[in-house]
């Protein structure tokens, strides 16, 4: 695809960065994976919020999808937290 994530000022990210940003990134993913599963199979967890989680995955999603439109370097949140920026290589 010819893209790279690098830091703000285009230096290599480091392994803090970098879990951060995959941790960020695939957090609605697992959340909805948590969520579903106890919508569907015997749960102690209250209905209640297993609904609510599953509105805060609904968020998630729609905050990710949206946040790189107001972004200056079109960045998502998670790139926002982790100080990384999706670049094009040369």
Partial sequence: ???MVT???GQSIGLGSSLVRSALKFA???LAHFTIWHMVLP???PESLIYSLLAVVYVLVLI???SPLWSKNKQ???DLIAGTVIRYKN
């Fill in 28 to 30: 609605p993913w697992e």
């Fill in 7 to 9: 830091g703000r000022y």
């Fill in 1 to 3: 695809m010819g893209i």
């Fill in 43 to 45: 749960s102690d967890y």
């Fill in 76 to 78: 998502t949140v998670y």
């Fill in 64 to 66: 990710y999808l949206i």
